[in-house]
């Protein structure tokens, strides 16, 4: 279908026309996504045809027709002009029941959601989706809805707009899409409403929390069936959106106690079921960048579950959380072409932080990733165990994930250099403890409760002979040099000077010494700082 013969329709203003060649274009046109540069003037006429057609009283079959055709010509930004209006806007949030604000409407005035026909219902989820294009093409749109505070008239309805499926999906996106493109929103919203407080209580009535406990939700039935897909969807946007909201600590007088609840409802989030595994990861992912953003203290909350009890080894707590939360870190790390900092850093945050803060989550998460050593005959880096794959890991070449996995180790060991480099060996611990300055030794800055021996016989029996540098008894190699006469090693040592001098030279290697402070600096200056302390001494 031809835009020129939609214009043409639309000019001449017959309903049953214009619905006719709308659902043909729609029809052909629901994925595109790519639009020819020589109809831009074209499209934005029709677009602009299209809100004007809207702004009249046509009936809900017309309007849903001429939404969808707005949905897929806002796919291209080059169209939104006409809609990324006061005008343009406010015509489809009226369409959305979204009353401004702004516009001297009381958002509480707006039709109630469980009043709407169906016919209305499809009206409101296309202006929804129509909105939500717009909002992510057009920052020019994103400035007029803060102007408008639609946000704060989504959050206004968010409980009842959740009761309808569609409704509830596109309005939870469009406050995610507001919430993550405009810090202003984040901020107002955070001051003004209550926001996420209201979002947790759609996640507790999506994902059906029942409290039996301040901060405990029930454990899931184990022949529970699994969370349907459409409650997953609902919950994976109100997830995506309350992350947005808790980038900065909560404003609401009972912050503390709005965390702890929502770290609750985490909790049950972790230990339910989707109807496919790949959701279930989606949905364990979201979950872990919440819990990343909250404040490491209120951690216990994941373990403290008296009425469903734990395990007497770590204080009475239950680890079933910390566990789901290693298992998904194992599978992210052995996830296949994923981008590992995206999908790392959060998830080894997340338990460092837990780790450093609550001495049981720790003392559980280094029996299942460091367990006692029983022998050595292996590098720490090669093997299938959760503790070879994160010792491969402190040498990843992107920067956020080799510091993330070393330090998490790091932690493990109590921040004992010398437990860390039992774990992993100098040359892949190296590069962590130059950043922390504990290159010659010692222990990180945060107080944890005295070590236990945790060596079992077989390894202090192999202890004396591990090659510190990689961690593992090395088998017995010849000396290269036992053939050979004097004189060639004396030309393999001068052979090995000049190849030293020359990378030095062109710039390739640069001779490096260790300062006072047992940082790394060129070796000029560590000798000159040597030197002078030196002629100090002398003179005293």
């Not at 707009?161 to 596109?170: D, S």
């Not at 130059?434 to 060596?455: F, I, Q």
């Not at 002979?465 to 030309?491: A, D, F, R, S």
Request: glycine share 6%.
């Amino acid at each position: 279908m031809d835009l020129k013969e939609i214009l043409s329709r639309l000019e001449i203003g017959n309903e049953v026309e214009i619905v006719k060649v709308l659902l043909q274009y729609n029809q052909e046109n629901s994925q595109t996504f790519t639009f020819d540069k020589n109809e831009e003037n074209l499209q934005i006429k029709v677009c602009r045809s299209l809100l004007t057609a809207l702004g009249t009283q046509e009936g809900p079959c017309c309007q849903r027709a001429s939404l969808e055709t707005l949905r897929i010509l806002s796919r291209d930004k080059r169209a939104l002009d006409p809609v990324a209006t006061r005008e343009g806007l406010l015509v489809l949030a009226g369409l959305a029941q979204l009353p401004s604000a702004q516009d001297g409407a009381d958002p509480a005035d707006s039709l109630q959601e469980d009043t709407l026909t169906p016919e209305q219902e499809s009206v409101v989820v296309e202006a929804l989706k129509c909105l939500c294009n717009v909002v992510y093409n057009s920052p020019a749109a994103q400035q007029v809805c803060a102007d408008l505070k639609l946000a704060h008239s989504l959050c206004t309805h968010l409980r009842s707009r959740c009761g309808r499926h569609a409704v509830g999906l596109f309005s939870l996106r469009l406050l995610f899409l507001l919430t993550a493109l405009r810090p202003d929103v984040r901020a107002s919203l955070q001051s003004q409403l209550p926001a996420v407080r209201l979002l947790r209580e759609v996640l507790e009535r999506t994902l059906q929390v029942c409290w039996v406990g301040p901060y405990e939700a029930g454990a899931p039935e184990p022949e529970a069936t699994p969370l349907p897909t459409e409650d997953n969807e609902r919950a994976m946007e109100a997830l995506k959106a309350m992350f947005n909201l808790t980038l900065t600590d909560p404003a609401e007088e009972d912050g503390q106690h709005q965390v702890r609840l929502i770290i609750g409802v985490m909790r049950h989030l972790l230990l339910l079921r989707t109807e496919t595994e790949e959701k279930t990861e989606e949905a364990h992912s979201h979950a872990v960048n919440l819990l990343s953003n909250l404040p490491a203290g209120c951690l216990d909350v994941l373990i403290d579950v008296p009425v469903q009890g734990g395990q007497e080894q770590y204080g009475g707590n239950n680890m079933a959380a910390v566990q789901v939360l290693l298992d998904f870190l194992e599978k992210r790390i052995d996830k296949q072409g994923s981008n590992y900092k995206e999908g790392l850093t959060p998830v080894l945050s997340l338990l460092t932080e837990g780790s450093r803060r609550h001495r049981h989550i720790r003392r559980f998460i280094k029996a299942q990733v460091l367990p006692p050593l029983k022998e050595a005959k292996v590098r720490p880096e090669i093997g299938t165990t959760i503790r070879n794959k994160l010792v491969r890991l402190m040498t990843h070449v992107d920067m956020g994930v080799k510091q993330g996995a070393a330090e998490f180790l790091f932690v493990l060991c109590k921040e004992s250099v010398d437990n860390l480099l039992k774990y992993t060996g100098y040359g892949n611990a190296a590069g962590h403890l130059v950043a922390k300055g504990l290159l010659a030794g010692g222990r990180g800055e945060t107080k944890y409760s005295d070590d236990e021996d945790s060596d079992t016989e077989e390894y202090k029996s192999v202890k004396p002979l591990i090659n510190p540098i990689t961690g593992h008894v090395e088998e017995p190699m010849p000396n290269p040099m036992e053939e050979m006469t004097e004189e060639q090693k004396e030309y393999e040592a001068q052979k090995m000077v000049i190849m030293l001098d020359e990378l030095i030279r062109k710039g390739v290697i640069q001779p490096m010494g260790v300062r006072k402070d047992c940082t790394v600096a060129p070796l000029e200056e560590t000798l000159r700082q040597h030197t002078h302390e030196s002629s100090g001494s002398d003179t005293d």
